[in-house]
């Protein structure tokens, strides 16, 4: 009996595990530098904002849409937040501040997608060109930064780390946790709790399969869209206080381009292009495996456009081992279904 | 019957969508540009937006083909930059060879890379979007390897007469080879669509690949060679956009396969397959040349250009897609009255006869 919910279980992991396991495991074996606790350290704080945007970018999959403004968002909602600091506004109102535009912006999104009903690939694309331009516009295309103060109090507090364990005395012996990493993870929990235990999962699923029959069976789909795409503007917008936290100033252009990392994460963990399926931790961990990859190709001194050859090629093959593993578990299905009916 | 008539002639309007939205675009920029003084529909200036249309439209018609058989191919760009830049060098002013071996060798090489999109999309059941968007990376990537941060610079004259040459010239409206090119681009494969059961084809297995599949249409063969023209139609714009830049260089049109995509929406294109006009995509690329020269004349600051042209671009769809809507609707309701009217006579016939 016990074996038999083992192998349950083992189905049931998303398929980006798989991809993740083997690129870190070759990662740690062929790459020297790789499986340090220093490298661990900086792999994780670099690869929060990309595990933010994929679980958000998983949700508008899962329910058939796509937000290609995530990208924009982050820089957006990362100026204004900085350039409220550098005013010398309160940390807190300034990162409130940031996250409520991220969520109005959102929220703009689910509108013209709903209401105007322009297909989301558009609609997003021309928003992320409208937050980008807010975002060039108020900072002038020039780098943000600020003064210390007793304003940027809660922002230092942020950056600074929680927990730091002493392999040995070398950087690369230091395994430390921040607060960043931590806001993460229970940012990353509550999704998934929410995900899990309230109606919102089944109803995304619902909406991605078939719009008309989750309608018809009263499912609010407009409340539900619009909400889904202020929810993902909601994380980008805390995505781009993570960055300019991170690097302690920031770059107008810094989100240019996590959209479409965060559609690889999403569809390497399960997602489907189509809607209806898919997972958040598989986009978690396809994140994950990204920057897996990312890191240890740099670390071995790898040029960055070899790294974007590599990640082509790993999208293929994460597509296509995601399809061998999904005809396997139809076939295990079906074979004991035809075992079940013969007993 | 008037009110008949008047719907029909509605029904009309609304299906030319992307003239309206043209119209309006150009009245709305000839408007603000004269409040300033400036005369913005001037015939060389419409030569201009013309001109730089006809390159926007062969990366369009590229783009509106793999959306008729309702897939995507965000790997234009890249190739066009891939192509380009692996056999540069045959095209450089000083190298000894003919300019038509390179010339035959990007097309070759777009045909090559367009089967392996095909053959992912088809043969390994990868959405297009997601089998393009890793070819665009591999793409990308591979040109940034080869040329690294170098450019070819100063290309064969000859060779260039296709991007910057100059036919007649009629009371300051230029006709350009560019123009011509897009011009003949546009009739072969409207005479493709529209007059071939290929054509046919590729509306059928747009609209419902099932069915196209079970009446006896070979599907994947069918989207395999609709991505290998896609990509040739890429690395053919690839060879023009160099031509006019006079240079090859790995970061070539970056953003060419969204614009592609834009003004094949604009051009009254559907995501979903299976319906579109090819015409329609000189209208999408003239509309989204004439807001960028608009806004150029007017001297607005760059970032404010994005902001004007993303929210332009959401505009301009939904207003297409509402009137394609209406259209339906109308033209359904003319289907449905007829059907009544023609009942009714049948009905009357049969009582005469009665009779």
Redesign the interface.
Known sequence: MTKKKINIRFNNLPNSTYVFIVAFVLASVIVPNFFTPGNITTMLTQACVMMILSTAMSMCLMMGCIDLSLGGMVSMTGVIIAILLRNGVHAGLAILAGIVSGTVFGMFNGFVVTKMKVPPFIATFGASGIAQSIANTLSNERTISWEQGSHVKLVNLLGSNILTVYFGPRPAQILSISALLLITVIILAIVLVLFKKTTLGSNLYALGANEETARLSGIDNVKWKIGIYALSGFLASLAGMIVMIRTNSLQPTVGDGLEFQAVVAAVLGGNSMKGGKGSVPGAILGALTLYTVRNAMSLWGIDTSVVMVVIGCILVFGMVLNQVVNTLAEKKKLYRRAEGKEA | MQDMQRKRITARLCGLSTVIIMIFVLTLFTIINGAKGINFLTPSNVSTIMNQASFLVIVGIGQAIVILVGGINLSMGAVMAFTTVLCGGMLLKDSNTNVMIPVLLILAMGAVIGFLNGV?VTK????P???T??????C??????YLRNRVLYSLDEGFRKIATGRLVSIGGFTVTVPMVIAATALLVFYLILRRTTLGRKIYFTGANPTAAGFSGINTERLTILIYILSSVMAAFAGLMYVARLNSAE?GLAGKAH?EA??IS?IGGFS?AGGYGNIWGIAGGAVVVYTIQAGMNSLQL?S?????V???L??IA??VN??LM?KKMEIENDLCEELTVQKAKKKADKGMEGKG
Do not use: H, K, S
């Open positions: 992912m390994l059941n990868i959405p979007f997601i089998a968007f890793a070819m665009m990376y591999v990308r990537g591979l040109a940034w390897v790995p969204f995509i834009t929406l995501m600051p970032e404010l250009q994005t902001l042209n993303g929210a671009i959401i769809v939904f897609q509402f809507n």
